[in-house]
């Protein structure tokens, strides 16, 4: 049960779009479309923004959105804004487990 | 308003043993699969334990399997996770997650400290 490989850190400038890689394994990521992604500001529980590769739940903004090719999963942010800035975490069903991503710190310059 | 609310966290020896509890409201507990998970200081989220609606089914992480026990009294809608031989790796913020496609509710999490 190894964390899915997230980078460590990407930023951009406010307005612009980034993207985040997750990359797993033809076990979790590439075997089921059951891939969700958490933004999570400092102290605070993780909010759920992308499921099922890349549906979004009611509340969150349409500047999220999901895609996966084969054992990678992506999420992009656009319009980049100040209040995106914090942790992001994928998530993967692998069968009798779930695995978590290693996490990627988004910074807005 | 859904609401999920961690309790039974604090400090504890190694070997030691802890049970958490996650008290629900605001939805129908019993209709859904829920989950616990954990955050080290400083590092990122790992799932820890699975149960379903009705109990019949869990799983557990690889590093807390044969120590922990996670069960649900769903005429009280709660869950818990008994947390047997705890170790200094242990040591984390523990949440409640609701399971409905993704995690889509979490509590505020429990801190468990594992030191001597």
């Known amino acids: 049960q190894s964390a899915l490989t997230q980078p460590a850190s990407v930023s951009g400038s406010p307005g612009q779009s980034i993207t985040i890689s997750c990359t797993g394994t033809?076990?979790?990521?590439?075997?089921?479309?059951?891939v969700s992604w958490y933004q999570q500001h400092p102290g605070k529980a993780p909010k759920l923004m992308i499921y099922?590769?890349?549906k979004r739940p009611s509340g969150v903004s349409n500047r999220f959105s999901g895609s996966k090719s084969g054992n990678t999963a992506s999420l992009t942010i656009s319009g980049l804004q100040a209040e995106d800035e914090a942790d992001y975490y994928c998530?993967?069903?692998?069968?009798?487990?779930?695995?978590f991503g290693t996490g990627t710190k988004v910074t807005v310059l | 308003e859904v609401q999920l609310v961690e309790s039974g966290g604090g400090l504890v020896q190694p070997g030691g043993s802890l049970r958490l509890s996650c008290a629900a409201s605001?939805?129908?507990?019993?209709?859904?699969?829920m989950n616990w998970v954990r955050q080290a200081p400083g590092k990122g989220l790992e799932w820890v334990s699975y149960?379903?609606?009705?109990?019949?089914?869990?799983y557990y992480a690889d590093s807390v399997k044969g120590r922990f026990t996670i069960s649900r009294d769903n005429a009280k809608n709660s869950l818990y996770l008994q947390m047997n031989s705890l170790r200094a790796e242990d040591t984390a913020v523990y949440y409640c997650?609701?399971?409905?496609?993704?995690?889509?509710?979490w509590g505020q999490g429990t801190l468990v400290t594992v030191s001597s």
């Open positions: 997650a609701r399971s409905d496609s993704g995690y889509d509710y």
């Open positions: 605001g939805f129908t507990f019993s209709s859904y699969e």
């Open positions: 149960i379903s609606s009705s109990g019949s089914t869990i």
């Open positions: 033809s076990s979790d990521v590439g075997s089921y479309n059951l």
């Open positions: 099922e590769g890349s």
């Open positions: 998530c993967s069903y692998a069968g009798s487990s779930t695995l």
